[in-house]
């Protein structure tokens, strides 16, 4: 069974960074697609960033280059730099692995951009 725990959300004002961190359990993480996706209040859950186990990356249009999704291999996690962040940019942010047709989500973690 697959866990996976997000960290590093919070509270920032509009223009600041953060740095989320998603820590998978088991053996699948190397060979997986990882993701990030977001849900904002009244909203459907939307993709924001994938990376494939070999590294390929793939953005929201609407991110206008942000982001930055990363991952490391031996410590099994997967990272989203965001900067110059938004009021809009706030949601809940889930980390994804995905296993051939499986998902497994984490629990995830709220960013709020707000003076």
């Known amino acids: 069974q697959v866990q996976l725990v997000e960290s590093g959300g919070g509270l920032v004002q509009p223009g600041g960074s953060l740095r989320l961190s998603c820590a998978a359990s088991?053996?699948?993480?190397?060979?997986?697609?990882m993701g990030w996706y977001r849900q904002a209040p009244g909203k459907e859950r939307e993709l924001v960033a994938i990376?494939?186990?070999?590294?390929?990356?793939n953005y929201a249009d609407s991110l206008e280059g942000r982001f930055t999704i990363s991952r490391d291999n031996a410590k099994n996690t997967v990272y989203l730099q965001m900067n110059s962040l938004k009021p809009e940019d706030t949601a809940v942010y889930y980390c994804?692995?995905?296993?051939?047709?499986?998902?497994?989500w984490g629990q995830g973690t709220q960013v709020t951009v707000s003076s």
């Open positions: 088991g053996s699948l993480f190397r060979l997986s697609v």
């Open positions: 994804d692995l995905k296993w051939g047709p499986r998902h497994f």
């Open positions: 990376i494939t186990s070999g590294g390929n990356t």
